[in-house]
């Protein structure tokens, strides 16, 4: 094993178990937040970083064993990047419908106050 080799195994393990630790530290904290409004932002910007994390751990050893860039790895965070926020805002809409319906005291009201007439967009027209 080559000195060069060592310094690239030991940046590569310490991304792997930062990128642990943040996965972990995120399920202690998802199971202690009671609320499920609660529980989907710090899940989600964990495993963010750590997918980050475990790229950038990828891009480095591959680049280093290929004697040359290796930047596929990095796909994977940035589809992430662009779908997550996507998949939160629509589990959040979902819980919320369900919230409403099933009239638990826990869910965020709507914005509209209540007993205010709806908008009509014809009226919003004139």
Known sequence: ???????????????????????????????????????????????????????????????????????HPLLIPLLLAITVPVTTVLLARVSLFRGRTSGRGNVPSSLARPGAPESDPESDKK
């Not at 310490?14 to 409004?37: I, W």
């Open 1 to 71: 094993m080559s000195a060069g080799a060592l310094w690239v195994e030991a940046i590569v393990a310490a991304l792997l178990v930062l990128s642990g630790l943040s996965v972990l530290v995120s399920a202690a904290g998802f199971a202690r937040l009671p609320d499920f409004f609660l529980r989907m932002h710090p899940p989600a910007l964990a495993y963010t970083l750590g997918s980050w994390c475990v790229a950038l751990a990828a891009v480095l050893y591959f680049s280093f064993l290929q004697e040359r860039a290796a930047l």
